[in-house]
Structure formats: structure tokens, C-alpha cells
Nanobody
Framework: EVQLVESGGGLVQAGGSLRLSCAAS????????IGWLRQAPGKEREGVSC????????YYADSVKGRFTISSDNAKNTVYLQMNSLQPEDTAVYYC???????????????WGKGTLVTVSS
């Protein structure tokens, strides 16, 4: 059974940092890219970042470039999203998903985690 479990969300003040984790199981980790997407209340879901182990592609949305860093620990089947300089507009539920990942975006999401809430106070 494919499982993706996010953790690391929470409440942080503006300017602070959080590191999200996405622990994957039930599939061959190296065969899939993993994407992070977020959905804020009343807004459409937005692709944030993704990483592909097979070809090294990464992608960052313009809104997070320079502040967020995605990384992968294949030995632990875990993808991380280090989020620095957080702003109130980063408040959202963050989901990880198996996906395709190119330098221009995330697409082809297949399996999803249940999400972790990030709240940034001003």
C-alpha cells in the first residue's frame, strides 16, 4: 500500500522557519518524483516544489524561490521541505504527492498524503 505521511507543520511567527517531512512507503522511492503542494483557505491548490531522484530535477514556485529548499534522503525514503523566511501568505495545508517533476512545474500527481497545516502569524 502506498503511503505518504507529512509532518513538521505548526504555528510560527513571520520570518521563522519550519522543516516539513514526507515519509514514503509502499513503492520504489527512486522511481517517483515527490512534489509539495499547498492549499490556503479559499484558494486553489498551488504547486510549491518538487524533486526527482532519477534525473535530479527540482522545481520551485516563484513565490517560494530563495526561501524554500527541497531535498531527498533516499535511504530514509523521505523528502524534506525546508521553509525559511515564512510569511503569513505561506499559511496553508501542505501536501506531498508522488508526481512528475520538471524544471517548469509539478504535474501528474498520483498518490497524496493527508497534509500538514502550516500557520504563519504576522
Amino acid at each position: 500500500e502506498v503511503q505518504l505521511v507529512e509532518s513538521g507543520g505548526g504555528l510560527v511567527q513571520a520570518g521563522g522557519s519550519l522543516r516539513l517531512s514526507c515519509a514514503a512507503s509502499g513503492f520504489t522511492f527512486d522511481d517517483y518524483a515527490i512534489g509539495w503542494l499547498r492549499q490556503a483557505p479559499g484558494k486553489e491548490r498551488e504547486g510549491v516544489s518538487c524533486i526527482s531522484s532519477s534525473d535530479g530535477n527540482t522545481y520551485y514556485a516563484d513565490s517560494v524561490k530563495g526561501r524554500f529548499t527541497i531535498s531527498s534522503d533516499n535511504a530514509k525514503n523521505t523528502v524534506y521541505l525546508q521553509m525559511n523566511s515564512l510569511q503569513p501568505e505561506d499559511t496553508a495545508v501542505y501536501y506531498c504527492a508522488t508526481s512528475l517533476c520538471s524544471t517548469w512545474g509539478i504535474y501528474g500527481m498520483d498518490y497524496w498524503g493527508k497534509g500538514t497545516l502550516v500557520t504563519v502569524s504576522s
